[in-house]
């Protein structure tokens, strides 16, 4: 019997995300992850297929297109989250300067040690290598912190996604720095951004006054099909594509605040806010079927047996050391004291293996071991769920805890800063405890 066949083939995706919605349960109840849980599916099917297709299955080039479209889906997702208010300025401002200082930081660690115990590795190739093992993963942070308080939720929420972002800026500078002949430079760089910035405003803006003139009920995933397709010409122009998908979420998800003036007068509201509420279900959904795809493709290529050497264990928990340590700093120096389980909250995953996989060829270097790339995701993942038990444990239900006065708090303050009556009545239908 054919292994890949049709039904086969149907029947594993649908398995697959049924376990990915009960691992989804399990993670909420256990904190262990739920990305682990897929990985460890993805290792147990790697033996299965070899046992009955060999070692002939080339799952690269999926693992890539479902990273790419994972990734935009993960960050348009966390942007339609976001509501930016002048309340919100210094914790988005924080979570800012803790990425930028993270990420920098913890590659610049990680560089020196990959350059000292290495062999092959320059500092620039080190750099290159490093960066990807510096980039917090908002596909496990964004699902995993649900239950913490909304500030720290807020927190994760927009440190992951500045993470992201960052990051990917940073890989594709330096990949640019291999070539002297493409390379524009830090200036070069910053017009660059700023371009993007300039186009992803306007692009917003057309497509929301554009879409919400379509009275067609299927136009959900034609949205979608314009973000892959400005993401993907970004690309071919060099362009730093996630900001667009990033800027499109913000404008769409704070229409009141980027549509003032005149141009509040083009915008039908209703109509906008419809395409909002639509767009955050299919991408949250779109986002699920492709993480859950990504990682168990992930760990169908893991190879294990790169785990056992002593060399990937030394450099894996020294970079280990680095990240955690340079974390409880930058949280001390910027949140102070209560910094559990914030300062545990450092996974990596889909983009570091995504752009461990984008690493120019004439920078690849023999002497790494991808069992460092495992390590550390598996490592940081481990922490976390450490991290996040003993804070449930610390700190249980603390909803419960709430007084009534609190409560009638927090009421008046939603009421008196909703400026929509439609907002509140939003609000209410979507309170389970009302229904």
């Known amino acids: 019997m054919e292994i890949f066949s049709s039904y086969n083939v149907i029947i594993g995706i649908s398995l697959t995300i049924i376990l990915s919605f ?3 349960g399990i993670a909420k109840r256990t904190n262990i992850p739920a990305v682990l849980l897929l990985i460890v599916l993805g290792i147990v099917l790697q033996y299965i297929l070899k046992a009955f297709a060999g070692d002939s299955i080339d799952f690269f080039p999926m693992l890539e297109v479902l990273g790419i479209v994972g990734l935009i889906m993960i960050v348009l997702e966390a942007a339609l ?3 930016l208010k002048s309340d919100k300025l210094l914790p988005i401002m924080k979570a800012l300067a803790i990425a930028l200082i993270g990420l920098v930081a913890s590659t610049f660690i990680a560089a020196v040690i990959l350059k000292a115990l290495v062999s092959g590795m320059t500092m620039q190739t080190a750099w290159l290598y490093a960066t990807p093992l510096s980039i917090l993963s908002s596909a496990i942070i964004i699902p995993s912190v649900s239950s913490l308080s909304d500030i720290k939720k807020e927190f994760h929420i927009y440190e992951s996604t ?16 291999l070539n002297p002949a493409e390379d524009a430079g830090v200036g070069g760089f910053f017009i660059n951004l700023i371009i993007t910035v300039i186009i992803s405003l306007i ?3 057309a497509i929301i006054l554009i879409f919400q003139k379509i009275k067609s009920q299927v136009k959900l995933f034609l949205l979608i099909a314009v973000l892959l397709l400005l993401y993907a010409l970004g690309k071919k122009m060099h362009l730093s594509s996630l900001i667009i998908i990033l800027i499109f979420g913000l404008v769409i998800a704070n229409m009141k605040l980027f549509f003032q003036g ?9 109509k906008a806010k419809s395409i909002y509420h639509e767009l955050h279900v299919i991408t949250a ?20 047996s790169s785990l056992l050497s002593l060399k990937v264990t030394l450099i894996s928990l020294l970079i280990l050391i680095s990240i955690y340590g340079i974390r409880y700093g930058l949280l001390r120096v910027f949140m102070g004291k209560d910094i559990s389980p914030q300062v545990f909250i450092a996974p990596r995953g889909l983009i570091t293996v995504l752009l461990f996989y984008a690493i120019p060829e004439e920078a690849i270097v023999e002497g790494f071991e991808p069992g460092i790339l495992l390590f550390v995701i598996i490592g940081t ?12 444990k610390l700190n249980p239900i603390k909803k419960i805890e709430e007084s009534p006065e609190d409560s009638m708090h927090e009421a008046e303050y939603f009421i008196n800063n909703t400026t929509d009556l439609s ?3 939003d609000s209410l239908s979507n309170d389970d405890s009302l229904q």
Do not use: H, Q
């Open 22 to 24: 009960i691992f989804n």
């Open 81 to 83: 989250e976001l509501k």
């Open 162 to 177: 500045f993470s992201d972002i960052l990051g990917i800026m940073l890989f594709y500078f330096l990949t640019g720095r």
């Open 203 to 205: 692009a917003s803006y």
């Open 262 to 270: 005149k141009l509040k007068g083009y915008l039908d509201f209703d």
């Open 285 to 304: 959904e779109t986002a699920f079927v492709v993480r859950t795809l990504f990682f168990v493709i992930f760990g169908i290529t893991i190879v294990l």
């Open 381 to 392: 993942s481990l922490i976390m769920t450490g991290g996040m038990i003993r804070d449930k």
């Open 423 to 425: 907002e509140i009545d």
